[in-house]
Antibody, heavy 120, light 110 residues
């Protein structure tokens, strides 16, 4: 059973850079796509971006200029960096494994999410 | 990219059937079979309920079914049960190789 666990600082200051890590256990990070998705408290889900096993990335156009997703296959970890933070970036951040059955990717396994609050 | 459009809330009595719509455009739902639906209970991570428009993952009740017509996808829950009360989100792949979510629908079991 694949398990994903996101971890990060919890509280970051405005204008700083957020760094989150997602550790994958119970399976290899290779041969899959991996996504970050966020959810402001009490609001809906927003897709941030995904990375393929080959390292190619796709990002939400609204976040593309501030976001970087990477994979460390040796540690079976997925990472997210978001710079120039504002209060609007306060959210639960989820990592998810993406499957592609041939019609396009969808998230089949999700981590529990980690809350990031942007405040001075 | 614009979010897919879902009704804010849908309700039904136990045993009834309800349908949640998800409207996109000819750049996402209209051209791809890659529509998925997620269930989210309060304080929990989303759970995959439907993928590829109408396929169910192993372990998901057959009371959940999906369909698509043109730019609109739908999730139907038949034989509504109290544990079905949750938020539901649709997603679609897009022609720009991105993923877009719907705004979410709160399902209430009366």
């Amino acid at each position: 059973q694949v398990q994903l666990q996101a971890s990060g600082p919890g509280l970051v200051k405005p204008s700083e850079t957020l760094s989150l890590t997602c550790t994958v256990s119970g399976g290899s990070i290779n041969s899959y796509y991996w996504s970050w998705i966020r959810q402001p408290p009490g609001k809906g889900l927003e897709w941030i971006g995904f990375i393929s096993y080959s390292g190619s990335t796709n990002y939400n156009p609204s976040l593309r200029s501030r976001v970087t997703i990477s994979v460390d296959a040796s540690d079976n970890q997925l990472s997210l960096k978001v710079n120039s933070l504002t209060a609007a970036d306060t959210a639960f951040y989820y990592c998810a494994r993406m499957l592609d059955s041939g019609y396009g990717p969808f998230a089949d396994y999700w981590g529990q999410g980690t809350l990031v609050t942007v405040s001075s | 990219q614009s979010a897919l459009t879902q009704p804010a809330s849908v309700s039904g009595s136990p045993g009834q059937s309800i349908t949640i719509s998800c409207t996109g455009t000819s750049s996402d739902i209209g051209v791809y079979k890659c529509v998925s639906w997620y269930q989210q209970h309060p304080g929990k991570a989303p759970k995959l309920m439907i993928y590829d428009v109408s396929s169910r993952p192993s372990g998901v009740s057959n009371r959940f079914s999906g369909s698509k017509s043109g730019n609109t996808a739908s999730l139907t829950i038949s034989g509504l049960q109290p544990e079905d009360e949750a938020d539901y989100y649709c997603t679609s792949y897009t022609i720009t190789r991105t993923v877009v979510f719907g705004g979410g629908t709160k399902v209430t079991v009366l």
